[in-house]
Nanobody, 127 residues
Framework: QVQLVESGGGLVQAGGSLRLSCAAS????????MGWFRQAPGKEREFVAG????????VYTDSVKGRFTISRDNAKNTVYLQMNSLKPEDTAVYYC????????????????????WGQGTQVTVSS
């Protein structure tokens, strides 16, 4: 079992920045690919960014490329999402997720492949 706890959400003006953190406990963190997803009201959960357990593979959805950066610190069992140049359309509940893998550079953008999820943190971007 892996427990995931997100933090760092909040209210920010358009153009501002936030850094989300996701602290993991339980199973060995370094064997998990990690992903960030988001869900806005009335919309399906969508992939935002993912990182392999080595950090060697990183994937972003097109709408956040150049603005968001995912990273991880395996020594601290934490994955981060640095969000810059935020837009009102980034408003959503953000979730981190973990997928057990023994492939060093594996990362997926499909939510159904992830094994564990955090409770989510609200990000609201005002115009």
């Amino acid at each position: 079992q892996v427990q995931l706890v997100e933090s760092g959400g909040g209210l920010v003006q358009a153009g501002g920045s936030l850094r989300l953190s996701c602290a993991a406990s339980g199973h060995t963190f370094s064997t998990y690919a990690m992903g960030w997803f988001r869900q806005a009201p009335g919309k399906e959960r969508e992939f935002v960014a993912g990182i392999s357990w080595t950090g060697g593979s990183i994937v972003y959805t097109d709408s956040v490329k150049g603005r968001f950066t995912i990273s991880r610190d395996n020594a601290k069992n934490t994955v981060y999402l640095q969000m810059n140049s935020l837009k009102p359309e980034d408003t959503a509940v953000y979730y981190c997720a973990a997928e057990l893998t023994y492939s060093a550079d594996y990362v997926r953008d499909v939510p159904t492949t992830y094994d564990y999820w955090g409770q989510g943190t609200q990000v609201t971007v005002s115009s």
